[in-house]
């Protein structure tokens, strides 16, 4: 399979006053297109700073980062932005939906941004509900669904620009057993029908219900 991620000798480090804290230590990381992969460690390991780096969310210090065979390392501010809204969706562990807007609007959004048609914002956005069990819940507001339904919502959102990548960080973190469960599942079959996802979490139950898991500690692939 091509190569969705190609990471060589990726650092990070962090101006705190006068010191250098080095947080990512010369990463080497390869993800298959249609890979389904568990990134694990502590707290402060650096795995959510490699997640952000992944996600364009953030810049490396030093080392060359390749999604989908584009070299990412000299883009800009401007182009990484269009590189996260059009190829790679977002799953939180709190959700981040807005508490006044229906879950139809709600998925709506990164297609604004897009600069989507509106009549083709609605089309899609009820398709991605339909594809993760909402179709009878597109009207309803946060304070209307369960958690569980809070995160399909966030899902749907995430999946509603058709990304090659999905970076889900803690999605089961504010949920309970059967409803992480189900949400798991959900990404299983998403994964399925041929969607990258890498999954970012502490809890072995999660990343066991992946075909692979890194394992960071001290800012290095240990596994």
Do not use: W
């Not at 962090?14 to 249609?34: A, C, F, H, S, T």
């Not at 390392?73 to 709190?94: H, K, M, P, W």
């Not at 469960?181 to 959900?186: H, I, N, T």
């Amino acid at each position: 399979m091509p190569q969705m991620i190609q990471m060589q000798a990726i650092t990070k480090t962090y101006r705190l006053g006068e010191v250098n804290v080095p947080v990512l230590k010369r990463i080497d990381l390869e993800i298959e297109q249609g890979q389904y992969v568990a990134i694990m460690g502590a707290s402060g390991s650096g795995k959510s700073t490699l997640m952000n780096i992944i996600g364009c969310l953030d810049r490396p210090t030093t080392g060359n980062y390749v999604l989908e065979g584009r070299n990412l390392t000299a883009f800009s501010d401007d182009e990484l932005a269009y590189v996260r809204n059009q190829r790679i969706g977002f799953v939180f562990q709190q959700f981040n939906l807005l508490s006044r807007s229906t879950a139809l609007e709600n998925v709506m959004l990164p297609m604004i941004y897009a600069n989507i048609p509106k009549s083709k914002r609605r089309q899609q956005a009820t398709q991605a509900l339909i594809r993760v069990g909402l179709a009878n819940f597109l009207s309803n507001r946060p304070s209307q669904l369960s958690g569980g339904q809070q995160q399909r919502v966030a899902i749907a959102r995430a999946l509603v620009n058709k990304p090659a990548l999905v970076l889900a960080d803690e999605p089961t973190g504010a949920l309970d057993s059967e409803t992480s469960r189900e949400v798991m599942e959900l990404l299983t079959e998403l994964n399925q029908q041929g969607i990258t996802i890498v999954v970012v979490t502490h809890n072995p139950e999660v990343a066991a219900r992946t075909k692979q898991v890194i394992r960071v500690q001290d800012g290095l692939i240990v596994h």
